[in-house]
């Protein structure tokens, strides 16, 4: 195999795992920079190695990582295996071996797991990312000076036609790729439905979007701390001028100041 056509394949497989969302943050592991390395083999083998912002990461969050790489990668046509490494975690070993054999996250962990269900988990932080996305678009959406009744009135059909500019179409396909989640979301669906499927009433937006934000701020949060515990821990700051997320010190500064002492 050539080298363009190893770069080409690996290219490919860069765009798979940009697929992969970190499953609490609702980032991708590329964007995140959790990938530490990536090489193809002339017969159709991929080896991945990732890491995480601290060597403590829950166990069912790299797992699910883990194993959504895996499948995303595995789709390709020509991808014969997937090697995949989580470097330096208290995990790894159990991890590596279950991704190696194939496991699931019970079989991984046996006893470990207990009763947990790790899709029931994958279910939670789909409906957190459906909720969060949904309240970034609306919240734009109104920015415009768009009604309320007109946009809860818009068909799944009719939001997929929305590029009136390029931050709103990226929106739109953020939630749209999302929307699935709260039912199925055919052409002729509400686009914008509650996490359960049912309609929002445009009379209460103001208390159902902030509602929404209670979610996305939590999200946001712990997505500024891992940023910054990766950062501290792979000497990987970027430099102010790239920085497009919140970081850390952004909620310290926006605690209220000057509050009243505890009463004893």
């Known amino acids: 195999m050539s080298q363009g056509e190893t770069r080409g394949r690996e290219q490919e497989v860069w765009q798979r795992l940009g697929l992969v969302v ?3 943050l609702d980032e991708p592991v590329t964007e995140l920079d959790f990938i530490t390395g990536l090489a193809v083999g002339a017969e159709g083998e991929v080896r991945i190695a990732f890491r995480l912002p601290t060597y403590w990461c829950a166990a069912n969050f790299a797992y699910l990582m883990a194993d959504d790489m895996r499948r995303e990668v595995a789709a390709l046509p020509w ?4 090697a995949l490494t989580l470097e330096e975690h ?6 590596n071996r279950g991704m190696r054999e194939g496991l699931s996250f019970r079989a991984t962990f046996e006893a470990e797991a207990q009763e947990e269900d790790v899709e029931d988990i994958r279910q939670i932080f789909l409906r957190k990312a459906f909720q969060r996305r949904q309240e970034a678009l609306l919240r734009h959406l109104l920015g415009r000076g768009e009604p309320a009744a007109g946009l809860l009135a818009l068909s ?4 997929a036609t929305r590029d009136d500019d390029a931050e709103t ?15 199925a979301g055919g052409a002729e669906r509400p686009g914008f439905v509650d996490v359960d499927g049912g309609p929002i009433d445009p009379t209460r937006l103001g208390s159902y979007l902030h509602a929404l934000r209670s979610v996305a701020v939590n999200v946001e949060f712990n997505g500024a701390l891992c940023r910054s515990l990766l950062a501290t821990r792979c000497d990987t700051a970027p430099e102010p001028a790239a920085m497009t997320e919140p970081g850390l010190l952004d909620f310290i500064r926006a605690l209220p100041r000057d509050r009243p002492a505890a009463q004893p």
Not at 79 to 82: A, I, K, L, P
Not at 90 to 95: C, D, G, H, L, S
Not at 172 to 181: E, G, Q
Request: net charge positive; aromatic share 6%.
């Open 22 to 24: 970190d499953p609490e």
């Open 79 to 82: 991808v014969r295996g997937v």
């Open 90 to 95: 208290m995990y790894a070993e159990q991890i």
């Open 156 to 159: 799944v059909g009719a939001l």
């Open 169 to 183: 179409a990226r929106l739109v396909r953020r939630y749209l790729d999302r929307r699935d989640v709260a039912g």
